[in-house]
């Protein structure tokens, strides 16, 4: 059974950092993309970074450029995201997402709120 569990979320002051985890079980890890997706009240889905199985290419949502780094381990079957230069538009549950072919897996969520 295919398990992702988000850590790392909690409250900051804008211009602050958080570094969230996610790890997983029951997967290929290596063979899997690895996304991390957020949802802000009121608001859809929105991308925020995915880091691909075969080869560790990277791709960033506009938003999040050049101050979030998503990174993966795939000895511990785990993918990071490293959030600086936080700020309240950032504040949004932030969901684990792998996806191989026509399979995606989530987790259940994990609440960044940052502080102005």
């Known amino acids: 059974q295919v398990h992702l569990v988000e850590s790392g979320g909690g409250l900051v002051q804008a211009g602050g950092s958080l570094r969230l985890s996610c790890a997983t079980s029951?997967?290929?890890?290596?063979?899997?993309?690895m996304g991390w997706y957020r949802q802000a009240p009121g608001k859809e889905r929105e991308f925020v970074a995915v880091i691909r199985g075969s080869g560790g290419s990277t791709t960033y949502g506009d938003s999040v450029k050049g101050r979030f780094t998503i990174s993966r381990d795939n000895s511990k079957n785990t993918v990071y995201l490293q959030m600086n230069s936080l700020t309240p538009e950032d504040t949004a549950i932030y969901y684990c997402?792998?996806?191989?072919?026509?399979?995606?897996?989530w987790g259940q969520g994990t609440q960044v709120t940052v502080s102005s």
């Open positions: 029951g997967l290929g890890f290596s063979a899997y993309d």
């Open positions: 997402n792998a996806a191989r072919f026509f399979y995606k897996a």
